[in-house]
């Protein structure tokens, strides 16, 4: 595995929020997609590929809100709303500059590295399976 930093501090409105890689889990991973589709309709490939600049802003806030909702769920409390879907557009572009310029970077990098297809050498191959 690369030489990776296993946690990521982000600040909103004044208070610390630390990431740490080791505390995602599958379900984690899971909920994070599975809440992009429910927030966008089951449309999110769509939006996701579509060229459109407020699709793609579209995709992105739904992004954040899917993964801040399942590993941070207090963010949502500190920027005092029930609901992210219910922020004012300044707010929203707030922190979507802080998930989009901070934490997003390194979590694409740990994306890239879980999603990295094994080699024949980083697996065990016995005899038996080459049979």
Do not use: C, H
């Not at 029930?82 to 929203?92: E, G, R, V």
């Not at 901070?102 to 694409?108: A, M, N, R, T, V």
């Amino acid at each position: 595995m690369k030489d990776l930093k296993r946690t990521k501090i982000i600040k909103i409105k004044g208070d610390s929020f630390t990431f740490d890689i080791a505390d995602i889990t599958v379900n984690n991973f899971l909920t994070i997609e599975a809440e992009k589709q429910r927030l966008a309709a089951g449309s999110y490939a769509k939006i996701a590929t579509s060229l459109l600049l407020n699709s793609q802003n579209a995709a992105n806030l739904i992004d954040m809100i899917a993964t801040f909702r399942t590993l941070k769920p207090e963010i949502e409390e500190r920027v005092k709303t029930k609901d992210f879907s219910t922020l004012n557009m300044i707010d929203s572009k707030e922190l979507l500059t802080i998930y989009v310029t901070e934490f997003l970077p390194w979590y694409i990098e740990w994306l890239k590295e879980f999603n990295s297809p094994f080699t024949i050498e980083e697996a065990e191959v016995t005899e038996d399976d080459k049979k």
